[in-house]
């Protein structure tokens, strides 16, 4: 398989792009489902991160599956952080200066930011549970902002109000 090719997967509210490049994906997107048409018919890796999207928006485990996945390219320390960020258990959050403590960079946390924002794979390497000093909301490159950002941790069941601009 070579070339580019897109398929786009819909959840109830959220869906994922995969976009493809010679059988691997190098990026996958964010957007709100309604904004979409999902691609007919869709790929047994598409079918599968549509099955695991149904579970993330049901609040399961969503179990995602194991796509092609190019990591080529990629520094050390954003394939670290991107490992990190699995780390981090759903609902719950780290700020940027405690993810560039536990990278081994103390004083760090624009890189982070950095990484987060090159992450080219979001919600699978989940860089939305990843907040500013406080709790706060601050950045999120993918399609959908701050909000998108907002309706992922409500998804994965971050309370109100222990985050601030969760409300």
């Known amino acids: 398989m070579s070339g580019f090719r897109s398929e786009w997967v819909r959840g109830a509210q959220i869906a994922l792009c995969l976009r493809w490049e010679g059988g691997l994906v190098v990026r996958i997107e964010t957007a709100w489902a309604e ?3 999902e691609t007919d018919p ?14 993330y928006e049901a609040r399961l485990n969503p179990d995602w599956p194991d796509l092609p996945l190019d990591f080529s390219g990629m520094s050390d320390f954003l394939r670290n952080a991107l490992e990190e960020l699995r780390r981090i258990p759903s609902g719950t959050t780290r700020t940027y200066g405690e993810m560039a403590a536990i990278l081994g960079r103390p004083g760090g946390a624009q890189a982070v930011g950095r990484a987060m924002g090159a992450n080219p794979f979001p919600v699978l390497y989940p860089c939305h549970r990843v907040v500013g ?4 909301l601050t ?3 993918a399609s959908g902002g701050i909000e ?6 409500r998804l994965e069941g971050a309370e109100q109000g222990l985050l601030p601009g969760l409300e």
Do not use: T
């Open 35 to 37: 904004d979409v048409r």
């Open 139 to 141: 950045g999120f490159s």
């Open 148 to 153: 998108m950002k907002k309706a992922l941790l």
């Open 133 to 136: 000093a406080g709790g706060a």
């Open 42 to 55: 869709l790929s047994e890796a598409a079918a599968g991160l549509q099955a695991a999207l149904l579970r």
